[in-house]
């Protein structure tokens, strides 16, 4: 008895150091250093178009299906498009799609936090026809190979963990059968009677798990302060800096309840959400109009006496704090969102400038608690763009190609780097910076 008593102290004791140690053993196994998927450029904002336009499809006709379902037809190039559109709303996974006969055959990259172990964890399956439900034949993750049996189950797990109320299981369970004729994929759904209010569910639950606790909040308040702001008196040539130094004052005022860096991430979202008129929401998700209408912002409100280096201070803002935040946002698009509020052409320096003055105020917003007082006592106290933007004077703009080239070479020419070590100077100068660049 005594004997029994002492080993079964002993295995209690043991059996969570062997668990631990196999899932440690486990995860050096199947982590790797290099990504079967890489994205050989940024995803343009044409594709990340035709991905979204896909899942709209899809949405309106699984909504629309009556009791005898729906088949949803998918070429492998609108699949490509979703897998793009993934890795575009992900930052962090890359993925890839093909079909080969009568496979659909699916790669994925996922890159990890920084760790001794690797830097990839990397998972490859395959789908196959079939007439009951979705058929994964095969299944690896890193050089582990799995029955692909176990990976849809897991799917519907974490979805459902993610979504609540098990949305996933149920919207998986739905699938009646697959096939594949020529480039199209074939999938018969009958979906629950409710799929519309599942839909809508899940739409929110993703957007807010994109953003840390109470962020949407804090993003609406901000966002209605900024209303009420515009409601008051002329805008004509009126700085940014009437509406981030209130909003700084009220972020300082509500850090006891939060932190500096949650307040003041919350203030840049509002700002980039509100003078975009909700363009640059589309892109990380329905933060304020999920909540609220979207208001038209005032037309006449500059940095350095212009709307367009307004325009590149707010936009640079915002895809540093995405990107920050593990939000995919293309090159490309962040192009055309600033190309649609200035009209202007050729290279500029300025601009340039106005790009680096919105990256360094978000990095010193949101690196840490000290910076971010910092940051927001500067604001207030000077109450001018001039603590926050700098002088532009001297700055060539609309340089032609040729002219470019001519007077700089490249962007990794002596000429070029100068310009823009110019350019941080006057940035590092800035009152709100002293004591923390410099």
Known sequence: MLKALCLT?????????????????????????????????????????????????????????????????VTEGELRHLAQLGSHTFARLDTDVYFDGATINSRMSLRLIPNPVGDYLNLVFQVEQSSEGINIDRLSIGPLNLPGRWLLPLIAYLADTVLQDQQASLLLASVRGFRIEGDTALLRVQPPSDVKAQFKQAVKTLQASRFPPGEQERVVQYYEYLVRLAEQGDHSGRSLSAYLTPLMVAAA?????????????????????????????????????????????????????????????????????????????????????????????????????ADRAGVQFVTTATSNEPAARRLQQGIVANNSEAAFFPDMSGLAEGLSDVQFRRQYGSTQSENYRKQVALIDQRIARLPVYQGILN
């Open 253 to 353: 005022n509500r850090r006891e309840r939060s932190s500096a860096v949650a307040e003041n991430r919350a203030v840049i979202w509002a700002l980039t959400i509100y003078f975009s008129y909700g363009e640059f929401e589309t892109l990380v998700g329905d933060l304020v109009s999920s909540q609220r209408a979207l208001v038209r912002p005032p037309s006449g409100v500059t940095l350095g006496g212009r709307r367009d280096l307004m325009a590149h201070f707010i936009y640079s803002a915002g895809i540093t704090l995405a990107t920050q935040q593990g939000i995919g946002i293309a090159a490309g698009e962040f192009k055309e969102l600033l190309d649609s509020g200035n009209g202007g052409s050729g290279f500029s320096f300025a601009d340039l400038a």
């Open 9 to 73: 102290i002993v295995f209690a004791i043991l059996l969570p150091a062997l668990i631990v140690t196999a899932t440690v053993a486990l995860v050096f196994y199947v982590v790797e250093k290099e990504p079967l998927v890489r994205q050989s450029a940024p995803v343009d904002s044409g594709t990340v178009a035709a991905g979204k336009a896909l899942l709209q499809r899809i949405v309106l006709q699984v909504e629309s299906a009556d009791a005898s379902g729906t088949t949803l037809a």
